[in-house]
């Protein structure tokens, strides 16, 4: 993990340090007196998520509550700005060998940076206020899924899923009230997460009213969960006995049967073996304590070797951790290293279904992708 680390301030720095140099040019600050403003302005925003988590994380207070506001936010004005400015480098690259650019371009070429700075910046801070808009707009979606009744009792299951909500003071509860009444609507018979439920200390999660609201969720066989890797880097054993305590029930290589027909599995996060050096169990390992005579649904965090479940006939398995990459282009990303980043699909007998997630890691901000929560509505069918 310290290589990582290093590996991320490394490139994390080259980053702001591109996008702080390629600024300056492009704005030509003449007075010492801006100089000296824009860049204390840029190295707080810069160093604000790092100081939040090192100098503030044990301040239970607004002040570490700021500094993370700042510091998420400036993940995605960084990232966009980033992408903003390559491009701008690969026609003037293009231009070098191909020139094309109208004359009136190159004949005041500080106005035209002034003017391209100008451009990117406001076209940025429409991008990353858009996405976070679309973060706070929840979406509601429903499916509807036929599995072989095999020996069950239940010939329905009404399932409230949703992954990925990382509560912290960033997003400040507000996520959390919308899923309570999302689940108010819906009514389920059960509610199931896949994982990277909480983001942060108990300490701070309890001064915004997470545990109070976690308390709220409501349905009549329960609410379970699994570990994703994001309860592993706040510490596992921590944010599992606060989800337990507030009436969330992790599953940690474990099943419960619901009225003697379904049988829900909860799996291991795979990143186990990065954080403690602990093995999960896997999916034949787990299924081997299953009954054959009926339904199975997997709750899996990471949507990795979908083919396992599918050899073991699991009629369902729920998913979430990619957020489709959370910020366009990043999909791309997650597209490439998961056969499934964002979505339903279905192979041999086995229904998977992978969520973007209903909350965001770091910046607030989705692009590309919904917030969202997802209503199953199983019938459970004859042979």
């Known amino acids: 993990m310290a290589i990582f680390f290093a590996l991320f301030l490394l490139v994390y720095g080259s980053a702001n340090f591109f996008v702080y140099v390629r600024t300056m040019q492009a704005f030509q600050f003449q007075s010492l007196y801006a100089k000296v403003l824009f860049s204390t302005v840029f190295v707080l925003a810069a160093s604000s998520y790092i100081l939040a988590k090192s100098l503030f994380s044990n301040v239970n207070s607004v ?11 400036w993940f995605a004005l960084l990232g966009y700005f980033l992408l903003s400015l390559l491009v701008i480098d690969i ?4 231009n070098r060998f191909f020139p094309f650019f109208p004359q009136f371009l190159l004949q005041d070429y500080a106005k035209t940076k002034l003017l391209s700075g ?6 940025v801070f429409i991008t990353v206020t858009w996405g976070y808009i679309n973060a706070n707009n929840i979406k509601l979606k429903t499916i509807h899924l036929s599995i072989p009744k095999k020996n069950a009792s239940l010939s329905s299951l009404n399932i409230f899923y949703f992954s990925d909500s990382h509560f912290t003071p960033v997003n400040n509860g507000r996520i959390a009230k919308k899923i309570i009444d999302l689940v108010a609507e819906v009514k389920p018979d059960i509610i199931l997460i896949g994982g990277d439920v909480i983001d942060d200390k108990s300490s701070h999660l309890k001064r915004i009213g997470i545990d109070v609201e976690l308390q709220q969720l409501k349905a009549r066989y329960g609410v379970y ?7 592993y880097i706040v510490n596992v054993n921590n944010a599992d006995n606060f989800l337990n305590e507030n009436n969330v029930k992790v599953l940690r290589d ?7 027909s379904v049988q829900v599995i909860g799996r291991e996060d795979a990143s186990i073996a990065s954080f403690t050096r602990g093995k999960r169990k896997s999916v034949a390992e787990l299924v081997a304590e299953a009954r054959k005579d009926l339904p199975i649904i997997l709750l899996d965090h990471q949507p990795l070797h979908l083919a396992e479940a599918a050899a073991q006939n699991i009629d369902l398995q ?5 957020h489709h990459g959370q910020m366009w282009p990043f999909s791309f990303v997650t ?15 086995t229904h998977f279904y992978v969520s973007s997630g209903v909350g965001t890691w770091g910046p607030p ?5 919904d917030a969202e929560v997802i209503n199953f509505k199983i019938s459970f069918t004859e042979n």
Not at 91 to 94: A, N
Not at 335 to 349: C, H, P, R, T
Not at 365 to 369: L, P, Q, R, T, Y
């Open 335 to 349: 597209k490439l290293i998961y056969e499934v980043s964002w979505g339903y699909k279905k192979i041999a007998n």
């Open 318 to 322: 729920l998913s979430g951790h990619t």
């Open 91 to 94: 026609f003037v690259l293009i």
């Open 365 to 369: 901000v989705k692009i590309g992708n």
């Open 63 to 73: 002040l570490y509550d700021v500094f993370l506001w700042i510091g998420s936010f």
């Open 118 to 123: 100008l451009i990117v910046l406001l076209l």
């Open 225 to 231: 969960t699994i570990n994703g890797n994001h309860e």
């Open 254 to 260: 474990s099943m419960i049967t619901i009225e003697n």
